[in-house]
């Protein structure tokens, strides 16, 4: 059992915050412990900031006593980011879910970290604009999240990632001092670029309060094509094929084998049974242009002994497939004892590569894998279906990384790295790069109070 918070700053918890605002009940406390990986550490209070004054007042206190604090958004992360390692405060960003400003005609929204995704792309509907990130969490997720970890998703093979479509930040450093970065204008060259380098740090630097997001017109029209194949490879060399004609799909999804026998048992959709690989390739642009560039894609994908092609008629048709493909996470969750998901990330043309070698693993390990994600940018989720903890799978973890390295790839293409992650990092970070990390850690946060115990491998 952990020590309880000192009398004094309990007492100046209550002066400076407001009476019965930092929470330490049992049931908040274990609320508040736990994230999307099924871990659970326990936190010594919980504090649900409203404004970015809550959070000065937080973080000033908290730098004072030396207590540590984690940030946290919606609680929706894979990797234990928001998890209170040490203890300490867990500052919930939730109730700061404002959207304050919608500027049409500069094609940027002001809004609280607490914002959740889906809802700021219902708000910015009407306008004929929407926020390019797209994580497959977006119902959930929120903003604050997004830019901690720089989360995408589909989307991100046309539109790039959360750190291209941010122009300014707000945020509250560790001792409580508020950081303006950015700007409101796209061309922005004064000085370092402190706005992207807040963006992914995961909290370890500073808590952002408030975001300007740049945003993209809606298209006017999509068209989605649904390929099944009879083998993974033929799917991952239709994607690369695919990509190297300049066509610039908005999405390129990608299911294999394990992964449509989930839809199946589910019956979350009908399916060739011969089929074990699955493409999704969403296009967009002008009415009158994209039924052709639909066409052109399918021409690409149907060279690869494709199976099966089926355009989805209109949107409702569109939705229901979309959302077949959004269902294998939750019914993951519930299979297996424990689903450990990473997000690694090649160069598409290494794709077959990757899918050869994750199937060469899961056979060697006897360990079953689903693995599926978004193929247009190189990034699968490899999810390991297990009962055991992340520590005994550490080493088919380790020959999974390896892989993602010696095809040229990266650890993480959205997820972030989080607790689960820190044993590989050295892995792609070398010793020079992870020295100035620390040192960019240390200047931002001289007491380490910011979600500690993450990303860094513990020296």
Excluded at 49 to 60: G, H, K, M, T, Y
Excluded at 193 to 206: K, N, V, W, Y
Excluded at 244 to 266: H, I, M, S, T, Y
Aim: aromatic content about 6%.
């Amino acid at each position: 059992m952990e020590q309880p918070l000192p009398n004094e700053f309990l007492a100046q918890a209550e002066a400076r915050l407001g009476r019965g605002r930092l929470a330490t009940d049992e049931v908040t406390l274990a609320t508040y412990g736990w994230d999307n990986t099924g871990l659970y550490f326990r936190p010594q209070g919980v504090f649900l900031a409203e404004n970015r004054q809550d959070v000065v007042a937080l973080l000033s206190l908290c730098h004072e006593f030396g207590i540590p604090v984690t940030p946290r958004g919606a609680g929706s992360g894979n990797v234990g980011g928001c998890l209170p390692v040490q203890g300490g405060i867990v500052l919930s960003t939730q109730r700061m879910n404002r959207i304050l400003q919608v500027n049409p005609v500069d094609r940027w929204v002001k809004v609280e970290p607490g914002v959740v995704n889906g809802e700021l792309q219902n708000h910015l509907r009407p306008h004929g604009l929407f926020w390019p990130p797209d994580p497959s969490s977006a119902r959930t997720c929120t903003i604050g999240g997004n830019l901690a970890m720089c989360s995408a998703g589909p989307g991100a093979v046309r539109y790039g990632v959360t750190r291209d479509w941010v122009l300014g930040l707000t945020a509250v450093l560790a001792d409580g001092r508020l950081l303006q970065t950015g700007g409101l204008t796209s061309k922005n060259v004064v000085g370092l670029d402190l706005t992207r380098l807040l963006i992914g740090s995961e909290g370890m630097l500073a808590v952002v309060v408030e975001a300007t997001l740049r945003l993209a017109p809606l298209p006017a029209a999509k068209r989605l094509l649904r390929v099944l194949y009879g083998s993974v490879q033929n799917a991952t060399y239709a994607v690369a094929a695919l990509l190297n004609q300049g066509l610039a799909p908005d999405a390129v999804e990608f299911l294999d084998g394990a992964a449509l026998d989930l839809l199946r048992k589910g019956k979350a959709i009908t399916l060739n049974e011969a089929a074990r690989a699955l493409l999704l390739v969403e296009v967009s642009g002008r009415v009158e242009e994209v039924d052709d560039l639909a066409r052109r894609c399918q021409e690409i994908l149907e060279r690869f002994d494709a199976l099966e092609v089926l355009r989805a008629g209109d949107e409702a048709e569109s939705a229901r497939i979309w959302q077949a493909r959004s269902a294998l996470s939750p019914t993951l969750k519930k299979l297996a004892p424990r689903r450990i998901n990473e997000d690694v990330v090649v160069p598409v043309s290494r794709l077959p590569e990757l899918m050869d070698g994750l199937t060469e693993i899961s056979q060697r390990w006897q360990m079953p894998m689903v693995n599926f994600g978004h193929a247009g940018n190189g990034n699968i989720h490899v999810n390991l279906l297990t009962s055991q903890t992340v520590e005994q799978v550490l080493p088919i973890l380790q020959e999974v990384f390896q892989l993602v390295r010696k095809l040229d790839g990266s650890l993480s293409g959205e997820h972030g790295i989080g607790i689960q992650k820190r044993p590989f990092l050295s892995l792609e970070v070398d010793e020079v790069s992870l020295q100035l990390q620390r040192a960019i850690k240390d200047a931002f946060d001289p007491k380490g109070i910011l979600n500690p115990d993450k990303v860094f491998p513990a020296s």
